[in-house]
């Protein structure tokens, strides 16, 4: 009666044990950190119009669509930017495509390129 346990339990374990095995990230790799599942959200890009670009206080008014990373719909709304730079390369009228997170509590463009 023993053999018999032993013969159901053996196998059992075994697909137990290597189960859990696989599910285990392979020696000397990192576990995806909490940014790489982030990422395809935050990567998409929102379409906008430049309104207004206000070098002397760093902000940029856009007309855009909705910021599914920020669950907000499409407005117009003033914006702080993450590089001043970014003033430099657009001015009012020109069709962008945009990235904007909130950071220390303000909303921040913190990509920005040309929607040609």
Do not use: C, Y
Not at 63 to 70: C, D, E, I, Y
């Amino acid at each position: 009666m023993l053999n018999i346990r032993l013969a159901f339990i053996a196998p059992m374990a075994a697909l137990i044990f290597v189960g859990f095995a696989h599910a285990q990230p392979a020696s000397g790799s990192a576990a995806p950190s909490a940014s790489s599942t982030d990422a395809p959200a935050s990567a998409e890009l929102a379409d906008g119009e430049v309104r207004k670009v206000d070098k002397d206080n760093k902000k940029l008014t856009l007309k855009h669509g909705p910021l599914k990373n920020l669950d907000m719909p499409g407005m117009t709304m003033v914006f702080q930017v993450k590089d001043d730079a970014m003033l430099d390369k657009v001015q009012a009228g020109d069709k962008v495509r945009f990235q904007a997170e909130k950071i220390d509590g303000k909303f921040t463009v913190t990509k920005i390129e040309s929607a040609r």
